[in-house]
């Protein structure tokens, strides 16, 4: 079936440096991935999605400048948290769709800004 | 580890007919459940959710029961719009154990008018 990978799986940086998020669709291409993130304790959040070759499409109340979103190519797209700070701390979850409009999620990605 | 199963898609009803999903879920201590709902090309809305047994979480006429005893958590709608085509996931989600969601496949529907 369908995989979809995400690196890394655990972050841990210092307040004021940027992280790196990648997301990856290993067998299928997908035109359009989605971020999300999930608070502690409360459902995902939809924070923009990605399509391959334009600019990403942001949620009401998500930062474009904080979370910068690149869609690469068709097999991969990655979140930069910038400048992160503690509140930023969360859990960050890809999914990609497929041709056939199915949803693929990733593994998620824990960060942790000390 | 924890799991979620759902009834595979695609499911098809006529418009106004009665709808249930099946989520059924493994896991260990007491998770919280989500209903999600993907419209086409679009990303992940939450549904509905219940965060302890018995609970009943609704919405837009939708409605699902935590049942821990049956560890089932079943989407359920009286009478379905066309509108309401879109694919469907149930997850879990553990709080207490590194904050994880773990979701369903997801199941297609198709409503015809």
């Known amino acids: 079936g369908a995989v979809v990978s995400q690196h890394p799986s655990r972050v841990i940086c210092k307040s004021g440096t940027s992280v790196k998020i990648e997301c990856r669709s290993l067998?299928?291409?997908?035109?359009?991935m989605f971020w999300y993130r999930q608070f502690p304790k409360q459902s995902l959040m939809l924070m923009a999605t990605?399509?391959?070759?334009?600019?990403?499409?942001?949620e009401q109340g998500v930062e474009k400048d904080k979370f910068l979103i690149n869609h690469a190519s068709l097999t991969l797209s990655t979140l930069t948290v910038t400048s992160a700070h503690p509140e930023d701390s969360s859990f960050y979850i890809c999914?990609?769709?497929?041709?056939?409009?199915?949803?693929?999620f990733g593994p998620g990605t824990r960060l942790t800004v000390l | 580890g924890d799991s979620v199963t759902q009834m595979e898609g695609p499911v098809t009803l006529s418009e106004e007919a009665f709808l249930t999903i099946n989520c059924t879920y493994t896991?260990?201590?007491?998770?919280?459940l989500f209903w999600y709902v993907q419209y086409p090309g679009e990303g992940l809305q939450l549904l509905l959710k219940?965060?302890?047994?018995?609970d009943k979480g609704s919405n837009k006429g939708f409605e699902a029961t935590y049942r821990k005893e049956t560890t089932s958590f079943h989407l359920e709608k009286g009478s379905v719009q066309v509108s309401d085509s879109a694919v469907y996931f149930c997850?879990?989600?553990?709080?207490?154990?590194?904050?994880?969601?773990?979701f369903g496949k997801g199941t297609r529907l198709h409503i015809l008018p």
């Open positions: 999914s990609a769709l497929s041709r056939r409009d199915t949803q693929y």
């Open positions: 997850a879990l989600y553990q709080p207490d154990r590194d904050d994880k969601i773990i």
């Open positions: 067998d299928f291409q997908a035109t359009t």
């Open positions: 990605s399509n391959e070759g334009s600019k990403a499409t942001y």
């Open positions: 219940a965060t302890k047994a018995d």
């Open positions: 896991a260990t201590g007491y998770p919280s």
